[in-house]
């Protein structure tokens, strides 16, 4: 009994280590973090709860939110599953093929990350606009996407592409090609491979890449409100109404939506993380 | 092979409509009306004080958010706690949060009628629609961009060599100068390139802080918008071309960091992946 309990270390918060400064580079690091990110979003949280339950109710209920809240929500569904295809198709053409200009295309995958989104915005409005080129090819057909809905979509995906890619490509990189010549000298099939070997060992990192690129597209504002609508329940996002309500000082209509936001981004990556955590253990993975 | 070239053809069709197209439109656009029109757009003496506003910010929120990523490296890479976890996570916080709810935050801190708003008007301080404001917020949305990438390099790389030249009698600022810097360096790199694009080109989170006012408190990103929304586009892509080649330099760099570095930032970019 003593034995056990001599054996048993005393709890620490931090494993000994012959390295000196973990004291003031935590305290910088906490400080910084609570200075810069906690705090600002505690004393929005604050401030939420200071405006009582029925006043929140109040100001999320209304049909302009709520509308809002469904347009960048399916949106960002829409961009990121569309997105979830031609990430995949294009990170497995950018590692497993050689070509021309295969590796100029690679490094182009950042550009949405490193083009500011004021930039992406213009441009894309420019381009489909119904006199732009794209938007002269499409509208012929019937098809308008400045200015519709659609817009919001096609600058999500543009904003959101380089997630998928790069979440993705490492993955394929590591997959091992044995297996897949062994099923191929088996007599399976080109798509019995993809689907049966290479697909589910991708998955899992699909989903995360997928997770990222709605986080970003929700919380989006610059690229969007150029090329969107912006009328209110039918091309309206939700960071637009947040920065409407304080363009008109509603300092606690915009906190409520901010945290409803933050709510609902955080319930999404919940959810994608159980998600995971069950394609993780189904495939072994 | 027909598969490989269908899958090839789609994958260039992609990202030429997605990518090159409205790369290629803004430098079009801006030299719609030719190089003189242009270059005279460029030294417009708002678009001048838009360029200055761009670097002052960029000049303190990066070195800020380069000195956060060390320290956060340091004691997360090189120490073993608890709670590890949950600290990379919060630190990874603002990428997942809108760059405007970024700028509500400073409102709600510092604006009139905000936590601080009585204090701040009565000592004569102004941050909201200010300078400090749009620093701030800049520094927020760009706060996880040094520490996420050396913190997965340096948890990689190790101990061994810190440890070895503590015993060997090394002070703790010898070892961070002489070791533990040049282990990490072109990691450091590759997150201040980054952090840098970012805070030059951000623009949901300062537009809400800003006062928006063109030739004084408009960053570049912000002088795009301004005059667009006042119709004059050959102006607004001028001004978006120089925030484009920004970019293109960000990515030539980015693609020369990876290809001489590859195997240390590879290491960076499987942790990231799974």
């Known amino acids: ?285 | 092979m027909a598969v490989k070239y269908t899958l090839i053809g789609i994958a260039v069709a992609f990202l030429t409509l997605f990518l090159m197209f409205p790369l290629a439109i803004v430098f079009g656009e801006a030299l719609s009306a030719g190089a003189s029109a242009y270059f005279s757009s460029l030294t417009d003496p708002s678009v001048i004080t838009a360029i200055q506003l761009t670097l002052i910010i960029a000049a303190i929120a990066v070195p800020a958010n380069l000195i956060f990523g060390v320290c956060a490296s340091w004691c997360i890479a090189r120490f073993d706690f608890a709670g590890r976890n949950v600290l990379i996570t919060l630190i990874d916080l603002p990428f997942s949060i809108s760059p405007v709810i970024a700028g509500l935050l400073e409102v709600l801190l510092f604006g009139l009628n905000g936590l601080f708003g009585t204090w701040l008007s009565n000592h004569n301080i102004q941050i909201i629609f200010a300078l400090p404001g749009m620093v701030i917020a800049t520094i927020f949305v760009t706060f996880p961009f040094v520490a996420r990438e050396v913190i997965p390099l340096a948890q990689e790389q190790g101990n061994d060599e810190e440890e070895a030249a503590v015993t060997l009698g090394a002070s703790g600022l010898q070892i961070f100068w002489r070791v533990s810097l040049p282990k990490i360096r072109w990691g450091l790199f590759y997150g201040v390139l980054l952090c840098n694009a970012r805070a030059m080109g951000e623009f949901g989170a300062v537009s809400v802080v800003s006062g928006k006012v063109f030739g004084e408190t408009d960053t570049l990103s912000l002088a795009v918008e301004s005059l667009y929304e006042s119709y004059e586009t050959q102006a607004a892509f001028a001004v978006a071309s120089l925030l484009a080649m920004l970019a293109l330099v960000t990515l030539v760099l980015k693609a020369a960091l990876e290809w001489w570095h590859r195997d240390e930032l590879h290491a960076v970019r499987v942790r990231k992946a799974s």
């Open chain 1, 1 to 285: 009994m003593s034995a056990t309990l001599q054996a048993r270390p005393s709890w620490r918060w931090v494993q000994p280590s012959i390295l000196p400064g973990f004291a003031p580079s935590m305290a910088i690091t906490l400080i910084w973090l609570g200075v810069i990110v906690i705090g600002p979003l505690g004393v929005m949280l604050w401030f939420t709860a200071g405006m009582g339950w029925e006043a929140f109710l109040g100001v999320i209920t209304q049909p302009r939110v709520l509308g809002d809240l469904w347009v960048s929500l399916s949106s960002a569904l829409y961009a990121s599953t569309i997105n979830a295809g031609f990430g995949l198709l294009v990170a497995w053409v950018l590692t497993r093929y050689e070509f021309p200009g295969r590796r100029f295309a690679d490094a182009m995958i950042d550009l949405p990350f490193a083009l500011p989104t004021a930039v992406a915005g213009i441009a894309l409005s420019t381009l489909y606009a119904p006199t732009g080129w794209i938007g002269a090819v499409l509208a012929p057909l019937g098809i308008q996407i400045a200015f519709q809905p659609a817009g919001i979509v096609v600058a999500m995906m543009f904003i959101s592409l380089p997630f998928i890619v790069r979440t993705v490509q490492p993955v394929i990189q590591d997959l091992e090609v044995e297996q897949e010549e062994a099923a191929s000298l088996m007599g399976a099939t080109p798509l019995q491979i993809f689907l049966r070997i290479s697909l589910p060992a991708i998955i899992p990192s699909l989903l995360t890449g997928f997770a990222l690129a709605l986080a970003r597209c929700l919380g989006e504002y610059g690229s969007i409100i150029f090329i969107a609508g912006n009328k209110p329940m039918i091309s309206e996002i939700v960071p637009l109404l947040i920065v409407a309500q304080l363009d008109q000082f509603d300092y606690q209509g915009a906190t409520a939506i901010g945290t409803l936001m933050l709510g609902v981004s955080f319930l999404l990556l919940l959810a994608i993380n159980l998600l995971q955590a069950w394609v993780r253990r189904r495939h072994g993975g």
